[in-house]
């Protein structure tokens, strides 16, 4: 790429980095704009919005020329560092949020602190006119904010203020060399760079509500007192270094495959990027409305928490030796929809159910992709398959050693009950289809699966004899729902497809032997597996199911989905393939960008990303096929990832 490009063109996708602070994200571009930030949390409305709008709100340089050359995040963190030629130099732009007011790097962190996003410009090379704009744009785009001088007498440049009607916080805006005439609702720093100087900008944003109580007194409401002072390089690179000093400590209490050790420890730390750590969630994504296809309708909203997705997470911390974030997660598992009888598919970082699903009819979209969506009506979904799914995580949560109460007990085995009730029903699924309910075979197995964790979660904790009678039952339910889904969930192939009497190749079905269900050298798991690699892959990359023939009632088409194409190489890994595995597992671990970030899906025709980025189930899946692996290559892999399966 050369020179820069203009300010109505999109970057691809790809090109977008993540910086965090465990409560929020922002994402930036190859050329140091920051186009994505939402306050004070994952699913809170945008300050910068350009990601979706290109007048959404940004902050970038405003550079006429400006190539990029390279960028990298600081060694073992969250840290961004980007460097980009401009007329007369070089500079290195450093971002990050600050993590201040930790206790220690499993510990929690401080939910009271002000957030602190921070950018500091270094002149590498040469002398630089800095020209770097802010243009805040709160609540997805939809209001202008009125910007204040608000430092104090005599330094009253290097301090803005943002108001906005419906806003109550205010946003303070730092700089070390002050402030440009304030105009259109945003402003610029404007000053001459010679090599070795540097330029700190901040946004300090509170006080807030940060882990959805209000802040009182005392202590607590001194932890978050508006700033007035503006800011010093020393108090920036004060932050800096404790930023880095956390992600280091944290980073170092992982465990990573030998073989992958960089790649994997980048997932765990875009993971850890993932977590709102005020209640251990764990979101989807950073984004919203990133599409799977440009151009198409198939634009979702990722900012929040599934159960659906407990037993993949559960698994990659348990690989990675993270407990403590697995204990958390669990936390959340139990809390989350406490007042609801049947759970629900999703639900916020709080453990609230999302407001219903809403089009931004304002915002035009990544490169025309409409609608732009926030909420998900998913969650109102019937998905039988977060039963096995969130039972699973408890037994894997169990087994690796973390406590688990009565409380958690009372909750989860009624999960069970619901399973063993419930499980003849029609339903959504896994793939959350919006052309109604169908008897999918992956929701089948799920079910099988929570009645099979429910059993045994009974005797790892010692409640055999007191729960003998649902035993029973569900051990009955569990050998109907087996005998059912061998007798109409498969073709005549023997391949498991995707409704029960149908012929149709569903992805999901890769998961069977990973769960134990059959055994991966099983009659019925080959002729899956070769089913699924004729029907559904190509060059590695698999397809969720073919668009054309499913009932998922949303047009478009759709690229390779990465979770399940690192499915197919952990079926490979457990049938001793390994060769073919370790292959096929590299050619996937290199769709990630320059920095090691994953998206959702990849087009094998265009060579692009596409999906919501960071994806966390594509990072997840990176990290449990690189532990699959490395098991497999140790000889410790026997059947079935998790458990011993029976034979078909």
């Not at 980095?17 to 929020?24: F, K, L, S, W």
């Not at 430092?151 to 290097?158: A, N």
């Not at 330029?199 to 959805?212: E, N, Q, R």
């Not at 994997?264 to 764990?282: C, D, M, N, Q």
């Amino acid at each position: 790429m050369t020179g820069r490009a203009s300010a109505d063109e999109f970057p691809p996708i790809s090109e977008y980095a993540p910086i965090g602070d465990c409560r929020t994200m922002a994402l930036v571009t190859r050329e140091g704009a920051i186009e994505w930030w939402c306050q004070p949390r994952f699913d809170a409305a945008s300050i910068f919005g350009a990601m979706l709008d290109r007048g959404a709100g940004c902050w970038r340089l405003e550079h006429e020329e400006a190539r990029p050359l390279g960028r990298r995040y600081l060694p073992h963190s969250a840290v961004l560092e980007t460097r980009v030629a401009v007329e007369g130099g070089v500079l290195a732009i450093t971002d990050f949020l600050a993590v201040v007011g930790k206790r220690d790097a499993s510990g929690p962190l401080n939910p009271y602190a002000r957030q602190k996003l921070v950018r500091l410009v270094r002149c590498e090379d040469g002398t630089v006119d800095l020209a770097m704009r802010c243009e805040p744009r709160p609540d997805y785009g939809r209001r202008r904010p009125r910007l204040l001088l608000a430092g104090p007498d005599g330094d009253r440049r290097r301090i803005l203020a943002m108001t906005a009607v419906g806003e109550p916080r205010r946003l303070l805006f730092g700089s070390t060399a002050g402030w440009d005439t304030i105009r259109d609702a945003g402003s610029s720093v404007r000053t001459r760079l010679n090599a070795g100087d540097e330029v700190g900008m901040l946004i300090d944003y509170g006080p807030g509500d940060l882990a959805g109580e209000e802040v009182r007194t005392g202590s607590q409401r001194e932890a978050v007192e508006e700033r007035r002072e503006p800011p010093e390089l020393e108090e920036l690179h004060a932050w800096l270094d404790e930023t880095l000093a956390f992600w280091g400590a944290w980073a170092a209490l992982g465990t990573f495959p030998e073989q992958d050790m960089g790649r994997v420890e980048r997932s765990a730390i875009t993971l850890k990027l993932l977590t709102y750590h005020p209640t251990g969630a764990i979101v989807a994504a950073g984004t919203t409305s990133l599409p799977e296809a440009i151009g198409g309708p198939r634009n979702w909203d990722y900012r929040f928490t599934w159960l659906r997705d407990a037993s993949f997470t559960l698994y990659a911390l348990h690989c990675l030796g993270y407990r403590e974030e697995a204990s958390a997660y669990m936390g959340w598992l139990q809390r989350a929809g406490s007042s609801h009888t049947t759970p629900l598919v999703l639900y916020r970082v709080d453990g609230n159910p999302p407001l219903r699903e809403r089009e931004l009819e304002h915002l035009e979209g990544y490169r025309s992709s409409r609608p732009v969506r926030i909420g998900n009506a998913a969650t109102w979904q019937r998905q039988l398959d977060i039963y096995g799914e969130t039972l699973d995580a408890a037994y894997l949560d169990v087994r690796a050693g973390n406590p688990f109460g009565a409380e958690q007990w009372r909750k989860l085995s009624g999960y069970a009950d619901l399973a063993a009730r419930r499980w003849r029903l029609p339903d959504e699924s896994i793939w959350e289809m919006r052309g109604g309910v169908r008897q999918y075979t992956y929701s089948k197995v799920l079910c099988w699966v929570a009645l099979d964790r429910a059993q045994r979660l009974a005797r790892l904790l010692g409640r055999e004899e007191a729960e003998r009678e649902r035993m029973d039952r569900w051990r009955r339910a569990a050998a109907e729902i087996r005998r059912t889904v061998m007798e109409r969930g498969r073709r005549d192939d023997g391949a498991f497809v995707q409704i029960f009497d149908s012929d149709v190749m569903d992805a999901s079905a890769l998961l069977f032997p990973l769960v134990g269900f059959v055994r991966a050298d099983s009659p019925a798991a080959k002729a899956t597996l070769r089913a699924v690699r004729e029907e559904l892959a190509h060059d590695g990359l698999v397809l969720r199911y073919r668009p054309d023939r499913s009932t998922e009632g949303i047009k478009g088409h759709e690229a390779g989905f990465l979770i399940c194409s690192f499915w197919l190489v952990d079926n490979l890994a457990l049938r001793g393939e390994l060769d073919e595995a370790r292959r096929l597992f590299d050619r996937l671990a290199a769709h990630a960008n320059d920095v090691g970030i994953y998206s959702e899906e990849w087009d094998a025709n265009s060579g692009e990303a596409l999906g919501n980025l960071p994806q966390a189930l594509t990072h997840i899946a990176l990290i449990s096929s690189a532990h699959n692996l490395e098991r497999a290559q140790r000889g410790v892999m026997h059947g079935a990832v998790r458990r011993d399966a029976p034979r078909d």
